[in-house]
């Protein structure tokens, strides 16, 4: 790494060591784990586009389907709603599959033709009835069972921490149903196309409240290990003892003692993955990649698969937004099918990418944890930036307004940033190599 990007670092680094000194540390920190998971997720984006050139913009739902594997891996059982309707759904979605299994055998196994058309209709249009009459009282049945505070066939009730790798296995597999039909299609029609399906997800998630209690959210998931509550933590008296040695607050240490231990889980599963992310770009796999990237019809030529190549790796981003989603939702504690947002969950997550250098790991690394701090400051800058604005205007409404929506300062400030960037350094902080 040469001086001036280690000079970067540095300059990202202070801003943070800023942050704690003049604000809180708290805040810095809360600051730096939000960025941290959005750095996870944008490396996953480099890997689609740095790596291949595929412009996804579905980081969205990956995201949210990350976060739906911690409700069903970790989230305790809800044994009530399981025996009011857990068999019925269970059966009803074995049936939706077999349905459209057997339309997809009698697809390739029938003579093209309309008897052929006919009876795929027949088996998808009879699956779908059949699926929805075992479906729909199973479904009524789970939902009015204690809707108050369940409503939901709950989880497994595993550790948080085996749900983050099924978070990336279930978004890899939407990917993979993703990546067979939209591949196909051209790089604007793609955007398009997963722009779509990732709001069809968070819409499913909102609306099926038998799954993850839609728009009531579910809340109260475990932590990590080796994270506790603070609650408990403040009950220790080994804690007490130490923090009362240094006279510090015990609410306040406790809080910011969490805060760490969930920056170190971060920190050390985005050294894994730039670790493995550094030895596959350098690697004729990486190679190759950026080969069919710059020039397919060459790759082509040259006898490489470039769908299946294309497949491969957006199956791979998507499982690393898929894990970074079910890391931000074991943080949160909760899952907020609302809070999954264009804006937040993928648009900022490629400004990410395109700011720190496409193709570049390390530049997505110092991309995220820039915009990742840029984007959250704004709310404790933006007010006192526009009350030295408008210092000079008469007291009124329009003043009070420009003031009380400084926090949307943060649109205007991303986007002159990205002109910025753009501008005078269109391949990035630090361009791919």
Known sequence: MTTRNLMLFGAVAALYLLTGLGESWNLSLSILNSALLATIAALGVNMQW???GLFSTGVMGFTALGGLAVVLVSARPNVENWQAGGAGILLALVLGAVSVVAAVLAWKGLPRGRLRALVVAAILIGGFFLFRAVFDPAVTATEAVNPQYAGNLGGLGLPSLVAWPVG???AASAAWAIGKTALGLRSDYLAIATLGIAEIIVAFLKNEDWLARGVKNVTQLPRPWPVPLEVDLQKDPGFLDFVASWGWNPVATSTILIKLLYAGLFVAVLAAIIWAF???LNSPWGRMMRAIRDN???AAAMGKDVTRRHLQVFILGSAVIGFAGAMATS????LTPGS??????????WVMVIIGGSGNNWGTVLGGLLI?????????????????ITSAMPEGWLKAHLVGSAEHMRLLTLGVILLLVLRFSPRGLIPEK
């Open 296 to 298: 397919e019809v060459a």
């Open 278 to 280: 550094e030895r596959a």
């Open 331 to 334: 943080m949160d504690g909760q």
């Open 372 to 388: 990742g701090w840029l984007y959250f400051a704004v709310e404790f800058l933006g007010p006192g930036m526009m009350a030295a």
């Open 340 to 349: 999954f947002q264009p804006l937040r969950f993928t648009f900022l997550i």
């Open 168 to 170: 990336g296995l279930l």
């Open 50 to 52: 740095g790596y291949a």
